[in-house]
T-cell receptor
């Protein structure tokens, strides 16, 4: 699985868009980019994933660069409840197993 | 819909004791995994299973055993607890590769 690099921490004002970057320069062609978040000490929560096209769901948008070496998770209107650690994960799909390799993530703080 | 249920939520063990952390899911998912999370760290994969009767080791398997006799259950056994196993343990399940993983709320284990 490709290694990812994320900033250790970020701040964002409530109501603004939160843009969380992730570098994955060694990503392979069949590897998806996944985003999870962990609020307090709860279990991680799935947010979104994508391969090469930009993706959007009710929680967030995922923008993947054309060379797929980096991506950005966008929370369009951040709320205080979005304060959490956000993990960017790159995972292959041809390995016969579900293995998520978590890094240290980005601690996002939403400020009132 | 209970999702992924972990028991117990909290446990204190003495060094050398054994115990089993329970994980059950009611979503008929084939894939299940166990992770541990140490303070300030991301999650690390201990063991995983791609279906009933099939298990394999993750990043940090030493000191832990698993079995998967049914689709629903994936218990994690500590045969002889050590202080280094003090951690928060998360169980996860997913229906297939390339899909989101659902996490339980964690078991907080302290070994004294």
């Amino acid at each position: 699985d490709a290694k990812t690099t994320q900033p250790t921490s970020m701040d964002c004002a409530e109501g603004r868009a939160a843009n969380l970057p992730c570098n994955h320069s060694t990503i392979s062609g069949n590897e998806y980019v996944y985003w999870y978040r962990q609020i307090h000490s709860q279990g991680p929560q799935y947010i979104i994933h994508g391969l090469k096209n930009n993706e959007t769901n009710e929680m967030a948008s995922l923008i993947i660069t054309e060379d797929r070496k980096s991506s950005t998770l966008i929370l369009p209107h951040a709320t205080l409840r979005d304060t959490a650690v956000y993990y960017c994960i790159v995972r292959g799909t041809i390995q016969g197993a579900q293995k998520l390799v978590f890094g240290q993530g980005t601690r996002l703080t939403i400020n009132p | 819909n209970a999702g992924v249920t972990q028991t117990p939520k909290f446990q204190v063990l003495k060094t050398g004791q054994s115990m089993t952390l329970q994980c059950a899911q009611d979503m008929n998912h084939e894939y299940m995994s166990w992770y541990r999370q140490d303070p300030g760290m991301g999650l690390r994969l201990i063991h995983y299973s791609v279906g009933a009767g099939i298990t394999d080791q993750g990043e940090v398997p030493n000191g832990y055993n698993v079995s998967r006799s049914t689709t629903e259950d994936f218990p994690l056994r500590l045969l002889s607890a050590a202080p280094s196993q003090t951690s928060v343990y998360f169980c996860a399940s997913s229906p297939d590769l390339g899909t989101e993983a659902f996490f339980g709320q964690g078991t907080r284990l302290t070994v004294v």
